[in-house]
């Protein structure tokens, strides 16, 4: 009989962090939305232009400190004004023609995989949540962390609150276990990105998806798993469970100007 009443508190509670974008996803899920962003004429052609010298040095120069900030700085401005109900909206009304077929088939399975065994699921973007939460909820994650822009009134001041990239993701997965009561030392991450090292290096199974090279050389360092996706799937092509993910506050895309950014130089270059 005292063997049947071993507390359930004796067995720790345990996660799987997911990045979003090239791991989950085969795109930015920026990308996805630029487009509508565009026509509702939330972003401008001239914005965008403004933008493109802070945009065009992280993209070709990688993801150092400086640049990094440049890049929020001038995405932080470019939203400033920005209605958080119309930003939800165009996400709502064109989620699925803008994410099909973009989800990686294998994610999905490992996605089950972790519920399966009890653990949650847990996306991880520097992405917003107008974006993200509503894949997440597709994919029946748990909890979504991503950037929170500053609101008042209904409308973005361009104040960011949060910026889920690098450190600060490694940060908030970790105030999320305390939160959650999650054992990170038995906790799973995975991701693409050499950006994304903080977060793979906080839990006790880190998985390199899909790699660039940096992230490559480092796992092979670490002695971390490395994974190939490369089956993408239309995302609303199989039955989800009920949605079940709670979100850290209103967030606002601020990655979609970089990629729209980039898709207008290369058209230029092309041309």
């Known amino acids: 009989m005292d063997e049947q009443q071993t507390p359930a508190a004796s ?25 509508p962003f565009l026509a509702e004429g939330l972003l401008t052609r001239r914005a965008v232009m403004r933008s493109a010298y802070a945009q065009l040095l992280y993209l070709v120069g990688g993801a150092d400190e400086d640049q990094t900030e440049r890049l929020r700085a001038q995405l932080s401005r470019m939203v400033t004004g920005w209605d958080v109900a119309q930003v939800s909206s165009i996400v709502a009304e064109t ?43 597709a994919l029946g994650a748990d909890h979504v962390i991503a950037t929170r822009m500053n609101v008042v009134d ?34 799973y991450a995975y991701s693409d990105s050499i950006t994304d090292a903080p977060m793979l290096g906080v839990v006790g199974h880190a998985f390199a998806v899909n790699p660039d090279r940096g992230l490559r050389r480092l796992a092979a360092e670490k002695g971390w798993g490395s994974l190939t996706f490369d089956r993408p799937v239309p995302l609303f092509s199989f039955p989800r469970p009920p ?9 606002v895309v601020v990655v979609a100007a970089l990629v729209v950014t980039w898709l207008l130089l290369r058209r230029r270059r092309r041309s």
Not at 106 to 135: F, W
Not at 243 to 251: I, K, N, Q
């Open 243 to 251: 949605a079940r993910v709670l979100t850290s506050g209103a967030v």
């Open 11 to 35: 067995v720790p509670r345990t996660a799987a962090f997911f990045d979003l974008d090239k791991t989950i996803i085969a795109t930015s899920s920026a990308t996805a939305f630029s487009r």
């Open 154 to 187: 209904g409308r973005y001041t361009g104040g960011i609150d949060f910026y889920a990239y690098g450190e600060n993701k490694a940060s908030a997965i970790a105030a999320l276990a305390d939160a959650q009561g999650y054992d990170l030392s038995a906790s």
């Open 95 to 137: 989620l699925h023609e803008s994410i099909d077929p973009t989800v990686y088939l294998e994610a999905v399975a490992l996605i089950d995989e972790h519920h399966a065994a009890g653990r949650d699921v847990v996306v991880v973007s520097a992405s917003g949540s107008e974006v993200v939460e509503p894949i997440a909820a």
